[in-house]
């Protein structure tokens, strides 16, 4: 019924940027906090950022502050991950997440849908 797919990931020098995009298949989609989590190898899966319905609050993991920004246009039911800054330790598999929830975005139990993850390698 609901389908998330991320894209936009690669492969870039660190320093460099890239964006992600996250195209839902939501009915409601202005009704949902939207969120985004990495897993690097052999590590378990962790917040990122998240934004709520409006598009009007970020909440990001202190290790990400500064350098990657969430956004979200509801008209298109995208929503946007902007990384800079990126170092090697950045490097994991992307996903976007999607819950009506409104409160504890950083835990991924709270989420009820989930991307299929893109891929982001950051070289030295």
């Known amino acids: 019924q609901v389908q998330l797919v991320e894209s936009g990931g690669g492969l870039v020098q660190g320093g460099g940027s890239l964006r992600l995009s996250c195209a839902a298949s939501i009915r409601t989609f202005d009704s949902y906090v939207m969120g985004w989590f990495r897993q690097a190898p052999g590590k378990e899966r962790e917040f990122v950022g998240a934004?709520?319905?409006?598009?009007?609050?970020?909440y990001y993991v202190d290790s990400v502050k500064g350098r990657f920004t969430i956004s979200r246009d509801n008209a298109k039911n995208m929503v946007y991950l902007q990384m800079n800054s990126l170092k090697p330790e950045d490097t994991a598999v992307y996903y976007c997440?999607?819950?009506?929830?409104?409160?504890?975005?950083?835990?991924?139990?709270?989420?009820?849908?989930w991307g299929q993850g893109t891929q982001v390698t950051v070289s030295s």
């Open positions: 997440a999607a819950t009506s929830r409104a409160t504890m975005w950083e835990t991924e139990d709270v989420y009820n849908y």
């Open positions: 934004i709520n319905w409006g598009g009007t609050n970020t």
